[in-house]
């Protein structure tokens, strides 16, 4: 049973170790733009006008619980102040939220996008839901760039459930791809189920009930003998927190790992000469305490090199819906994560996370040149595919 705001709030002894790990705070040095602060309101069940100001700023990062030495669960807090004190233009960005995790008002809409005038999201839009002028692009469906044949494969040893999730399937088809195919060179199908999507964006972004009523519904229709691998590190994170899978669900570089896709790399021809960096998606890092088997799996690989990157657990800004939600926030987390990207001369950045790759891909973009952003899945799949 989820423990309520009080008791939650409760376990803060507010010693301020949170406070420089928070990218808000670091960007604003406002009390109530850090855990402590936001913890304090919510304590007090304060919901007037600066509270959700306080609330809705915060990107849900939770490094915050990474730097606390009072295990206090600031994920649930946030979740839970966000859902009574729900953020403005509610309405709006309800609809916007509604309209990323559903795959076919996705798809239309990022057909449509190429119609219109400019690369960022509507202004008009932007204004409904944030009400300032937009930072991020609108979303663009990918063009055709289909894996060759995937050649000698190992005898299948199990099955597995891949979360396709909402938008990832429609914006990043190739990664999905790739995710069933590194599986399936360690031995593993992919059974063919559509869970749908799992809640996260509307957990994340105040809308708690419906987020926990996709999560059990997703639940509901998972086959109960079967591990669920999620390519996605957001998606990861809230479904390794519902009870009803429990236990089930893996990110795909610890599932991967555990099943000897580190020895198969160390076969292979690998990427002689290629340099990358890696970005540790938040909810890999801060939710899933996952960083060790991303990085173990690019060292498996004969020829490429790892530089390590500045900074490279603090939220580059995306956070889901908060690149259109907060944009003058998102942007200048996106500045400096992207200062930190292009300052390793590395030939790619790497993260775990839909989200963060089309926000870093957008930077890229923007300035000229740097690092290509890919993902994990994809890249280690080049391996192979070339």
Same mark, same amino acid.
């Given at each position: 049973?989820?423990?309520?705001?009080?008791?939650?709030?409760?376990?803060?002894?507010?010693?301020?170790?949170?406070?420089?790990?928070?990218?808000?705070?670091?960007?604003?040095?406002?009390?109530?733009?850090?855990?402590?602060?936001?913890?304090?309101?919510?304590?007090?069940?304060?919901?007037?006008?600066?509270?959700?100001?306080?609330?809705?700023?915060?990107?849900?990062?939770?490094?915050?619980?990474?730097?606390?030495?009072?295990?206090?669960?600031?994920?649930?807090?946030?979740?839970?102040?966000?859902?009574?004190?729900?953020?403005?233009?509610?309405?709006?960005?309800?609809?916007?939220?509604?309209?990323?995790?559903?795959?076919?008002?996705?798809?239309?809409?990022?057909?449509?996008?190429?119609?219109?005038?400019?690369?960022?999201?509507?202004?008009?839009?932007?204004?409904?839901?944030?009400?300032?002028?937009?930072?991020?692009?609108?979303?663009?469906?990918?063009?055709?760039?289909?894996?060759?044949?995937?050649?000698?494969?190992?005898?299948?040893?199990?099955?597995?459930?891949?979360?396709?999730?909402?938008?990832?399937?429609?914006?990043?088809?190739?990664?999905?791809? !790739?995710?069933? *195919? =590194?599986?399936?060179? #360690?031995?593993? +199908?992919?059974?063919?189920?559509? $869970?749908?999507?799992?809640? /996260? @964006?509307?957990?994340?972004?105040?809308?708690?009930?419906?987020?926990?009523?996709?999560?059990?519904?997703?639940?509901?229709? !998972?086959?109960? *003998? =079967?591990?669920?691998? #999620?390519?996605? +590190?957001?998606?990861?994170?809230? $479904?390794?927190?519902?009870? /009803? @899978?429990?236990?089930?669900?893996?990110?795909?570089?610890?599932?991967?790992?555990?099943?000897?896709?580190?020895?198969?790399?160390?076969?292979?021809?690998?990427?002689?000469? #290629?340099?990358?960096?890696?970005?540790?998606?938040?909810?890999?890092?801060?939710?899933?305490?996952?960083?060790?088997?991303?990085?173990?799996?690019?060292?498996?690989?004969?020829?490429?090199?790892?530089?390590?990157?500045?900074?490279?657990?603090?939220?580059?800004?995306?956070?889901?819906?908060?690149?259109?939600?907060?944009?003058?926030?998102?942007?200048?987390?996106?500045?400096?994560?992207?200062?930190?990207?292009?300052?390793?001369?590395?030939?790619?950045?790497?993260?775990?996370?839909?989200?963060?790759?089309?926000?870093?891909?957008?930077?890229?973009?923007?300035?000229?040149?740097?690092?290509?952003?890919?993902?994990?899945?994809?890249?280690?799949?080049?391996?192979?595919?070339?």
């Amino acid at each position: 049973m989820a423990q309520s705001l009080d008791d939650l709030t409760s376990a803060c002894v507010r010693c301020g170790f949170c406070l420089e790990s928070c990218p808000t705070f670091v960007l604003t040095g406002d009390e109530t733009k850090g855990p402590r602060g936001r913890i304090r309101l919510a304590r007090q069940a304060v919901w007037d006008q600066g509270a959700t100001e306080a609330f809705d700023t915060c990107l849900g990062c939770r490094a915050c619980e990474t730097a606390c030495p009072s295990g206090v669960q600031y994920g649930q807090i946030i979740e839970q102040a966000k859902a009574l004190a729900p953020p403005r233009s509610s309405r709006a960005r309800k609809a916007a939220v509604d309209m990323m995790a559903d795959p076919l008002r996705m798809t239309v809409s990022a057909a449509l996008s190429a119609l219109w005038p400019g690369d960022k999201v509507p202004g008009l839009v932007s204004r409904l839901v944030s009400g300032r002028p937009a930072a991020v692009r609108s979303p663009r469906l990918p063009a055709p760039d289909p894996w060759p044949a995937l050649g000698p494969v190992p005898p299948v040893q199990g099955e597995v459930l891949v979360l396709d999730g909402c938008a990832m399937r429609v914006l990043f088809p190739r990664a999905v791809e !790739a995710t069933k *195919r =590194l599986l399936r060179r #360690v031995g593993h +199908a992919t059974a063919e189920t559509d $869970l749908g999507c799992c809640g /996260a @964006l509307h957990a994340h972004s105040g809308f708690l009930a419906e987020g926990q009523a996709m999560a059990n519904g997703l639940a509901q229709k !998972a086959d109960p *003998r =079967l591990p669920v691998v #999620v390519p996605s +590190a957001g998606c990861g994170s809230w $479904l390794k927190e519902q009870s /009803a @899978l429990s236990g089930r669900v893996f990110d795909i570089s610890e599932f991967l790992l555990a099943h000897g896709l580190a020895q198969a790399l160390r076969a292979s021809d690998g990427l002689p000469g #290629v340099t990358v960096t890696y970005h540790d998606a938040c909810h890999l890092a801060h939710g899933q305490k996952i960083r060790s088997q991303p990085r173990e799996l690019l060292a498996a690989v004969p020829g490429l090199a790892h530089i390590p990157l500045k900074e490279s657990d603090m939220c580059c800004g995306s956070a889901g819906t908060y690149n259109l939600f907060q944009p003058e926030f998102a942007r200048r987390l996106l500045d400096r994560k992207w200062a930190n990207v292009a300052a390793t001369g590395a030939d790619y950045v790497v993260s775990g996370n839909p989200g963060c790759h089309a926000w870093l891909q957008q930077a890229r973009d923007e300035a000229g040149s740097g690092p290509v952003p890919v993902l994990l899945p994809e890249l280690l799949e080049t391996v192979f595919s070339g």
